[in-house]
């Protein structure tokens, strides 16, 4: 069974610094999708990255950009020039390909941005 | 386009009551998900339907069921709730070849 693991329960980044937020999975897979998202104190659930694993180039978009080491099976975010409302709780989550495939997420980070 | 949507908001009950929460997604999608979030445990996925007419069972099924009524609805319902029970519930769907799921904006579920 695949699994997503996110070791650091919260971290903290001052407002205009950059951070990074750790994720590893397991799977025998070589074709899947990893993704982040963002729940801010609204609870609601938004995409911010996904990165398809076929590809070798890091995804970005905009502030967000993704370290993807397959071999490693590592997918981290990183948060280019912080912003108050970049505070949220983030998730990993693991998809394989196929119509029937499920994600799968990790615990979560909580992240808090100091002004 | 409203996306998905999930009724109730906020939901009490007491131990042994039943209540069905409902979902809908208006962007024509194939699959649908339910999803529990507990502090500490991320979210774990309760059912799916693949396409309409088919359900699954996801990593924790028990005292849930659910119902595919079309495309659009896929409802969850608590025959019996127990208060561990209480969580955050989302709703999710996905189109056929779509990389990403989308959620709506949650369901509190307070078990007393």
């Known amino acids: 069974a695949q699994t997503v693991t996110q070791s650091q329960p919260e971290m903290s980044v001052q407002e205009a610094e950059t951070v990074t937020l750790s994720c590893t999975y397991d799977?025998?897979?070589?074709?899947?999708?990893l993704f982040w998202y963002k729940q801010p104190p609204s609870r609601q659930m938004i995409l911010v990255i996904r990165?398809?694993?076929?590809?070798?180039q890091n995804a970005t978009e905009n502030r967000f950009s993704v370290n993807f080491q397959k071999a490693a099976k590592s997918f981290s975010l990183k948060i280019s020039d912080s912003q108050l409302g970049d505070a949220a709780m983030y998730f990993c989550a693991y998809r394989t390909t196929g119509a029937n495939s499920k994600l799968t997420f990790g615990k979560g980070i909580t992240l808090s941005v100091r002004p | 386009n409203a996306g998905v949507t999930q009724t109730p908001k906020f939901q009490v009950l007491k131990t042994g009551q039943s209540m069905t929460l409902q979902c809908a997604q208006d962007m024509n999608h194939n699959s649908m998900y339910w999803y529990r979030q507990d502090p500490g445990m991320g979210l774990r996925l309760i059912y799916y339907?693949?396409?309409?007419?088919?359900?699954d069972k996801g990593e924790v099924p028990n005292g849930y069921n659910v119902s595919r009524l079309n495309k659009r609805e896929f409802s969850l319902r608590l025959e019996s709730a127990a208060p561990s029970q209480t969580s955050v519930y989302f709703c999710?769907?996905?189109?056929?070849?779509?990389?990403?799921?989308?959620f709506g904006p949650g369901t509190r579920l307070l078990v007393l």
């Open positions: 339907s693949a396409s309409e007419g088919t359900t």
């Open positions: 799977t025998s897979e070589s074709d899947y999708y």
């Open positions: 990165q398809e694993a076929y590809k070798q």
């Open positions: 999710a769907s996905r189109r056929v070849g779509g990389e990403t799921q989308y």
